[in-house]
């Protein structure tokens, strides 16, 4: 039998656990971004649609497999899969997810690193100097730092110890506890920072930006783009909402916590938005296009405004820290993996996998300094960029997970019999009046969506 698995202490603590597991680049970084490049209104009531049609039904059904078997996603679908049509090839579903995990902490902590370069250039005042000649913080940006391997392997080995020392104190005293420091502090900062947007002269056309819908200007791209990161941002399609179920008590509601999860999710990717387009507003800027926006613009903005650089290292230690909430949910879905089916420790479990995750992202690390060309990062983003770093972002968020997206839900609406479902999303909830409605999604709204994707990504249509 394996080591005791640990247990979030309750109700609170799964819920930020999971919240800060979906915060991350994808909200702060990739959304805004997206919603920017897809003229926003239209494609935020889309991306809304997404979440509730496809992202909470995927959530539930995730969270309900991981506290049903009280084990993460290679234990859990062999368990469940045992007397069922396909039997022990469901397994594969699991060694995805260890594989998406593996992947994408292996080139997100890269990124991950720049926030806590970027805070220290803020605080050291030198962030303000460079962004007095813009030309000169996209230099900056991209001949001296991404080019310098030094720097890059640096501050991804710097960011990969702090996730995995997280991750090695276990679910109650690592992950939990530093969610429970990190996520109201994330909080606070995005309300200041809101309300400082508030008082900028671009917040009113900000608003009107993200809500008044277009929908001439929606296109079946962005429909596709909205589907994708509605996906990504909740961290579904690799057993990591699967894995934090796993550490859930019986007597939390699964349907309850799902929405809690993606509502606080939905809303700070908002406040993002509103952050960012308020001050690009306001500063009167030419945007590019590049989705380095955040590195190479947003601190000529804030230069212009009052305390830039106080604001500039509130910003990136804001970004760092949902980060870290989010690299700690990936190396825990591979560690769990080795605590629960190798029979590991969990020292030993989170001192491997963090080794062999840091050791393998050196490599991207090292790679965007070969292809150091701008407009070839593009994150989490839908085209194969050029380098390493490129492919696994690629690979992931073209493949495994949406492939791993479907199968879980094939697996919940059409392997696992209606009763145990049922049951399981009732235990900790009482009767589930839309019981009916999660079925229906999971079994053929969610699959036709997430199919949508693939079949996008198979015919090449890149929806970036
Ligand atoms: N949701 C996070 C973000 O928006 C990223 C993330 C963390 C993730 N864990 C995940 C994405 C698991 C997919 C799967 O930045």
Not at 265 to 284: K, P, Q
Not at 395 to 407: I, M, Q, R
Request: aromatic share 12%; glycine share 10%.
């Amino acid at each position: 039998m394996p080591e005791d698995r640990g247990q979030w202490s309750g109700k609170l603590g799964f819920i930020l656990a999971a919240t800060g597991s979906a915060i991350g680049l994808g909200n702060l970084w990739k959304f805004p971004y997206i919603t920017y490049e897809n003229n926003g209104g239209a494609f935020v009531l889309v991306y809304i649609a997404a979440i509730l049609v496809v992202g909470i039904p995927i959530m539930m059904a995730e969270v309900l497999l991981g506290r049903k078997t009280q084990l993460s996603p290679v234990g859990a679908f062999q368990n469940l899969g045992k007397n069922k049509a396909g039997g022990q090839a469901w397994t594969a579903v699991g060694f995805l997810g260890v594989l998406a995990g593996f992947t994408i902490l292996s080139y997100y902590s890269v990124v991950a690193g720049w926030t806590i370069h970027y805070a220290w250039l803020a605080l050291t005042g030198r962030l303000v100097e460079l962004s007095s000649d813009p030309q000169a913080l996209q230099t900056y940006f991209g001949s001296e730092f991404l080019a310098s391997g030094s720097s890059q392997v640096f501050y991804h080995v710097l960011f990969m110890g702090l996730t995995t020392a997280a991750v090695f104190f276990g679910v109650k005293r690592g992950i939990e506890r530093v969610a429970r420091i990190l996520m109201p502090f994330l909080f606070l900062i995005l309300v200041v920072l809101v309300i400082y947007s508030s008082t900028t002269e671009g917040f009113g056309e900000a608003l009107t930006f993200l809500f008044r819908p277009d929908f001439g200007s929606l296109t079946t791209a962005s429909v596709l783009e909205a589907l994708g990161h509605a996906f990504f941002t909740l961290s579904l399609g690799m057993g990591a909402m699967l894995t934090y179920g796993s550490y859930m008590g019986r007597d939390i509601s699964i349907p309850r916590a799902a929405v809690q999860i993606s509502a606080l999710d939905t809303l700070i990717a908002l406040m993002a938005c509103v952050i960012m387009f308020s001050i690009i507003n306001s500063a009167d800027i030419d945007v590019s296009k590049s989705s380095t926006i955040l590195f190479t613009t947003i601190p000529t903005v804030f230069a212009k405004l009052p305390a830039a650089s106080l604001f500039n290292a509130m910003f990136y230690i804001l970004i760092g820290f949902a980060a870290l909430t989010s690299t700690i949910s990936l190396l825990e879905v591979v560690s769990s993996y080795a605590i629960d089916n190798l029979g590991w420790a969990r020292h030993r479990a989170t001192l491997t996998m963090g080794g062999a995750i840091t050791i393998f992202g050196t490599l991207n690390a090292l790679s965007l300094g070969a292809s150091s060309r701008l407009s070839s990062i593009n994150l989490i983003g839908r085209e194969s960029t050029a380098g390493l770093f490129g492919t696994m972002d690629y690979l992931a968020s073209n493949w495994y997970l949406p492939v791993g997206g479907l199968l879980i839900a094939l697996f919940a609406g059409w392997i696992m019999n209606p009763r145990e479902t049922r049951q399981e999303l009732e235990t900790g909830h009482g009767p589930l009046a839309s019981f009916g409605i999660w079925h229906f999604l999971i079994r053929f709204v969610s699959p036709l969506a997430v199919g949508a994707i693939i079949v996008s990504v198979i015919l090449g249509k890149e929806y970036n």
